[in-house]
């Protein structure tokens, strides 16, 4: 059963952590409650060889355990006390003393990892009920296998209060060495212990590949690559994830080549972005120094990106971890470098193993890691505050950010209707030849079809167009694609629409205060299913939805504005889903008509 749940040995190292910070996390809130402070947490490893056996030992001076929470509850498979009723009922308690504790602990099974590593377990443990009362027996705890004998019995050697926990190999050991370790205590550690609030300490002590480390309870600031190849001019932009939302910690940052005036650019006398090609069939775009040539795509590969919910990463194997985020996350593909840790109300779902749960398409979230994918977007996306204020004063021209949007492979609908009608201007072919108009200053446009293809003109017959230079830079069909379709997306969702002369017309918002971001008007349930809520007026107001070059529903309609509330959940009432899902079946079937 353990190693169909848990795919990796060392992932033993991870539940046992997380069994230890919600110790202390317990024991904080005990004292908080009754107005005393708990700082001296702190976490402890050791992985040894004692007379040819192995050992991994944990300690923590958390809350410990009792007879009465080991035998109901620690032994037993599938039942965790923090679902109990003792402590939900213990909770209710914290909550009104302003003391709440959130456990990461779900489905009473992390317990069951520790048989990957050893049949013989055994555990120390004294509880601690808070200050001022009494403590619990000191208890010794002795487990031989999952289905073996269990003897608990009173330990008078012991004084500490908290948990240690010893497992022993199942087989002697005569040779160790860093191809044989599976358990890597410390790479294991210094990746699932993203943002743990207590001090934790780790050493190997085995021969040959000994090690120890000390992480302190802070949150590690890793470089992005442009940092990484040590040039001077550059700046990085940071973000606390906390501004974002109260219940998100950690940051974002990206870094931008600057000029002297610190103005981001796209080369400086120390870097360049470039398009070069090979004129036969390879083009790309490369960051070109003295020293080093980093191309788009290992650019964006290199993002470093550590998710952690409750501060404990949710990964899945740990030698393979930048493999698996990348596929776990396919959709979080969120630009730069940070470190995101989830908690409370807003914590997504989690199966089992604790890797995310995602819909029956692998690469597909499900709500709740979507609304976490829209927080860290949002939270990228004002790090390019700086670019647009620059872009809207004209030291940065509309070309270049365009083309800064392509190598950061940056996402339109984070941006706000705000900095999109003050901050963009968009390209159109006036007087046989490419002119950026800004937003606000469009007028009225429609949708003219020509042959196969179906674009936007204005009363003026200006066309709108997408400049050779950047679809260069788009270098490949999917990206050019991609690029006009943001450039159409803005048009349709930044606009009010009408009926004239039997027809759509859009115009475009001259103004407004709205905090509103485009993929508020984006209606996402799955990869196939999505809906462009858009802004009728007029005639149009009563309309629920229209099919012309786009399927574009009514935001304004109250059926729409029902499923708009949805976004974000993962169980639909009856109507909703019903109502949900009539859209998306027309939209897909008048797609192929």
């Known amino acids: 059963m353990t190693t169909k749940l848990y795919k990796d040995r060392s992932l033993c190292i991870r539940e046992l952590l997380q069994n230890s910070a919600d110790a202390l996390r317990l024991k904080k809130a005990l004292y908080k409650k009754d107005q005393f402070e708990f700082n001296e947490g702190k976490i402890e490893f050791k992985h040894s060889i004692e007379n040819e056996i192995e050992i991994i030992e944990c300690f923590d001076n958390g809350v410990g355990m009792d007879e009465d929470t080991i035998s109901k509850y620690l ?20 909550k009104s003393s302003n ?72 087989k002697n050991i005569n040779f160790y060495d860093e191809y044989i370790d599976q358990v890597n205590l410390i790479e294991t550690l210094q990746y699932y212990a993203a943002n743990i609030e207590f001090n934790i300490s780790a050493e190997c002590k085995i021969k040959g590949i000994e090690k120890q480390i000390e992480i302190p309870p802070k949150v590690i600031d890793y470089p992005t690559i442009i940092e990484e190849i040590n040039i001077k001019g550059i700046i990085t932009h940071k973000k606390n994830l906390n501004e974002i939302h109260p219940e998100l910690s950690g940051y974002i940052k990206e870094t931008f080549i600057v000029d002297n005036n610190k103005t981001i650019c796209l080369s400086n006398n120390e870097a360049t972005w470039e398009y070069v090609t090979d004129g036969i069939r390879e083009s790309k775009i490369v960051l070109k120094t003295q020293d ?131 901050s963009l201007a968009l390209p ?14 469009l007028h009225g446009f429609r949708i003219e079809r020509s042959g196969n293809c179906a674009g936007f003109i204005n009363e003026n017959k200006e066309h709108f167009c997408t400049p050779t230079e950047l679809t260069k830079w788009a270098d490949v069909e999917s990206k050019r694609i991609k690029l006009i379709k943001i450039f159409h997306t803005v048009l349709i969702l930044c606009s009010e629409i009408q009926l004239k002369n039997a ?53 304004n309609h109250p059926t729409v504005k029902l499923i708009m509330k949805t976004k974000y959940k993962n169980e639909l009432s009856e109507i909703e889903d019903f109502i949900t899902n009539l859209l998306s079946g027309i939209s897909s079937i008048l797609k192929f008509r």
């Not at 032994?75 to 914290?94: A, D, H, T």
Request: charged share 25%; net charge positive.
């Open 75 to 94: 032994l037993k498979v599938g039942r965790s006390y923090y679902k109990s009723p003792e402590f939900l009922y213990l909770r209710e308690s914290l």
């Open 99 to 170: 003391a709440d504790f959130d456990p990461c602990s779900q489905f009473g099974i992390g317990f069951l990892s520790c048989f990957m590593l050893g049949n013989r377990i055994i555990i120390e443990t004294k509880k601690d009920y808070g200050p001022g009362k009494n403590t619990g027996k000191s208890l010794l705890i002795e487990i031989n296998g999952f289905e073996g004998m269990i003897i608990i019995r009173e330990n008078r050697t012991n004084t500490f209060i908290g948990t240690r926990v010893k497992i022993y190999s199942r």
């Open 292 to 422: 080093a040539v980093i191309s788009e795509e290992r650019f964006l590969k290199n993002y470093g990106h550590i998710i952690s919910i409750d501060g404990i990463s949710v990964m899945g194997v740990i030698r393979e971890k930048f493999s698996v985020i990348g596929k776990i996350f396919s959709k979080i593909n969120v630009g730069g470098t940070g470190v995101y840790d989830v908690r409370g109300s807003i914590k997504p779902n989690l199966k089992a193993d604790r890797t995310p749960d995602v819909l029956s398409d692998f690469h597909d979230l499900t709500p709740s890691w979507r609304y976490i994918n829209d927080l860290l977007w949002k939270a990228y996306t004002g790090l390019w505050d700086d670019i647009l204020n620059q872009l809207s004063v004209g030291k940065i021209s509309q070309n270049d950010f365009w083309k800064l949007f392509i190598i950061y492979d940056l996402d339109i609908n984070y941006f706000s209707l705000y900095r999109i009608i003050n």
């Open 428 to 441: 159109f072919f006036i007087d046989n030849s490419i002119n950026w108009v800004p937003f606000k200053d």
């Open 503 to 555: 027809g759509l017309y859009f115009i475009p918002l001259k103004e407004t205060k709205s905090d509103k971001i485009v993929c508020d008007f984006i209606h996402i349930r799955s990869l196939d299913s999505q809906l462009l809520l858009a802004d009728f007026k007029g005639e149009l107001s009563p309309v629920l939805f229209v099919q012309s070059e786009y399927f574009l529903v009514n935001r």
